[in-house]
């Protein structure tokens, strides 16, 4: 069988999953064994039905990153001296300078990509871990959104590369220069520990069903 | 349908999902047809003409580019008579004073470290298949960490990154575009094109039918 259409075709029936049916399928390249198997002989990642240590790591790394997107808001991320004038500027102060220049479209990338993205990737792996504590079942809508939230979460890194770049290209002496400030460091670090955050969500989880019910 | 689940299947003949662990007999799909999970639609099978040569050619032509673009100049700025070339290479040392220095590492890996890495990675694996040999030595474990690397390669944020400095300072002076900006893009569209010809599922099938056991 072959094509794209047929994916639809049994939508409507219950999915029989790996562990249902008494086996384990290998997270990494899909091979299936009986379940208690310790290691995939494919690929040799380590063979787990469901990584029950894996909520633990994504709050764990969630936090520290929430934590040090704190700093990262507060302190100058550049620090602009233009003939012998100094000033700093934050994240959301770099975003009206954009505006006050008309730039609104790159405003507009840097606001997304620096706070918009952040804020809500904390948001939704709070929500999906939250409901994988509380055994809620999830549909096709939360698996989705799992795969935004990794997928969009390195295109916040885009702040840091700017403020590299800037920092790279601007040093004309006593006309212009532009330094890094501390919050890149702090942002960077957020950026980073949300990705592990996301990256060590067990995608198989958010669909389960508590013990006892059906499948 | 060839993706019910009978009792008389063996495991081999099945593949569970690594994203929603539902399980489906693996599909035997025409070259350029792909088939997807029914529950996710995560993307299983998925075999493209020559896919491991055009991977090994895209992989290489990336490489070189990766030369190019970190040592060339990559923007230059002028104005009120003076000028200042900087190439990829000072946009790592941007952070290199004092406490930001680790920074400066971590801008390197992800710009260019890692996506060197992933290319020598694809190369070492893909090279030999394309040419009809058994995987290299290794070449399974190789893989895992090209795949492990892939959310960590940002060359195409970097470009995105470029785009928002550019307009930053275009009000403040003249600049330039050197060389290495454009290697810098090609590498980029090079990157996207090339995962396009990559189905993780199906190159574990295929490493698994050629190695020998």
């Known amino acids: 069988m072959s094509g794209n259409g047929m994916a639809n075709v049994e939508r409507a029936q219950p999915v029989l999953t790996a562990r249902a049916a008494g086996l384990v399928g290998c997270a990494e390249c899909g091979h299936v064994y009986p379940l208690g198997t310790e290691a995939c002989t494919v690929c040799g990642t380590r063979l787990v039905s469901r990584d029950m240590t894996s909520l633990q790591r994504v709050w764990a790394w969630l936090f520290a990153g929430m934590i040090v997107y704190i700093p990262a808001n507060v302190y100058p991320m550049l620090r602009t001296t233009t003939f012998g004038k100094t000033s700093e500027s934050t994240i959301v102060g770099g975003v009206f300078e954009l505006m006050e220049h008309g730039s609104y479209g790159i405003a507009f990338i840097v606001f997304f990509a620096s706070v918009v993205i952040p804020v809500s990737k904390f948001i939704a792996i709070a929500y999906l871990g939250w409901r994988v504590q509380r055994g809620k079942p999830g549909t096709t809508s939360h698996f989705h959104l799992y795969e935004i939230v990794e997928f969009i979460g390195r295109w916040s890194m885009i702040d840091v590369f700017v403020v590299a770049i800037l920092s790279a290209l601007v040093q004309l002496n006593f006309v212009a220069s532009i330094h890094p400030g501390i919050a890149a460091v702090s942002f960077a670090l957020s950026v980073a520990f949300t990705m592990i955050s996301a990256n060590s969500f067990d995608p198989r989880l958010i669909w389960d069903a508590p013990e006892g019910k059906p499948v | ?213």
């Open chain 2, 1 to 213: 349908m060839a993706y019910h689940i009978r009792m008389t299947d063996s495991l081999s003949e099945m593949i569970a999902c690594p994203k929603c662990d539902a399980l489906h007999r693996v599909p035997q799909v025409d070259i350029g047809a792909q088939a997807s999970c029914v529950r996710c639609g995560t993307v299983l099978v998925a075999p493209r003409e020559g896919a491991m040569t055009r991977i090994v050619m895209l992989s290489m032509t990336a490489l070189i580019l990766m030369v190019a673009a970190v040592f060339f100049p990559f923007l230059e700025l002028s104005t009120h008579g003076l000028g200042r070339k900087s190439s990829v290479f000072d946009a790592i040392l941007a952070f290199s004073d004092g406490l930001m220095l680790p920074l400066s590492f971590a801008v390197a890996a992800l710009i260019v470290v890692l996506p060197i890495t992933r290319f020598l990675a694809l190369i070492y694996v893909f090279a030999p298949m394309a040419l009809g040999w058994a995987p290299a030595r290794h070449a399974r474990s190789v893989f895992k960490l090209a795949e492990h690397i892939r959310p960590w390669a940002m060359a195409e944020v970097f470009i995105i990154g470029v785009a928002v400095a550019l307009v930053k300072v275009a009000g403040l002076a003249q600049v330039t575009l050197g060389p290495a900006f454009w290697a810098f893009v090609g590498l980029v569209i090079i990157t996207v094109l090339k995962d396009n010809f990559m189905c993780r599922v199906t190159v574990w099938q295929t490493l698994n039918a050629r190695s020998p056991s």
